[in-house]
């Protein structure tokens, strides 16, 4: 038996989030954060194999804000990048920035299309892309298990160790 990947998410929107848990939930040690100070937290506090962060959040706390930065403090912006990077310095071993906005909808988004793919930050590996999607009810969230079944698909076999979760993952989301 392998050990149970430990798994942060970071994503702002209740809905994505709470599919995450529905979907992950009973899979992984699964932590989720809901802003950028709350992941930046939880990277401070725990030890994850993967993190999948969204890339637009808003920073959550008034922490170390002067007064413009008040003004902006629950204004999304795309925190996903200092959280990847702060990430590979706590040495996540797999870290991926996905979105479900494009780039017809946001100027960060258009950058993806010059930095989507894969990156090699210090020892940790970066995905950047958008977010598979999937209908519950009457919206669209974001599809984690298909986000992870994603990863373990790229060429990045000596990133992964042969993890059980990954099979059931497979048998009960499945491409």
């Known amino acids: 038996m392998t050990e149970t990947p430990k798994i942060l998410i970071v994503e702002d929107n209740k809905a994505h989030l709470q599919n995450a848990v529905e979907q992950l939930g009973h899979f992984v040690d699964l932590t989720t954060a809901k802003n950028f100070d709350s992941g930046l937290d939880a990277l401070r506090d725990g030890k994850f194999t993967f993190m999948l962060t969204d890339l637009m959040m808003p920073k959550g706390t008034s922490r170390t804000m002067g007064d413009r930065g008040m003004e902006m403090i629950f204004e999304e912006m795309p925190y996903g990048f200092p959280l990847a990077f702060y990430a590979a310095r706590k040495e996540v ?54 986000a992870l079944l994603d990863l373990r698909e790229m060429d990045l076999k000596e990133a992964f160790p042969e993890m059980e979760f990954f099979q059931k993952l497979k048998e009960e989301y499945g491409k």
């Open 93 to 146: 071993p797999i870290i991926a920035i996905v979105t479900d906005i494009n780039h017809h909808q946001h100027p960060m988004a258009y950058s993806f299309d010059y930095i989507h793919g894969v990156h090699r930050i210090n020892n940790s590996i970066l995905k950047v892309g958008g977010a598979p999607m999937m209908p519950k009810g009457d919206i669209y969230v974001k599809d984690w298990a298909r």
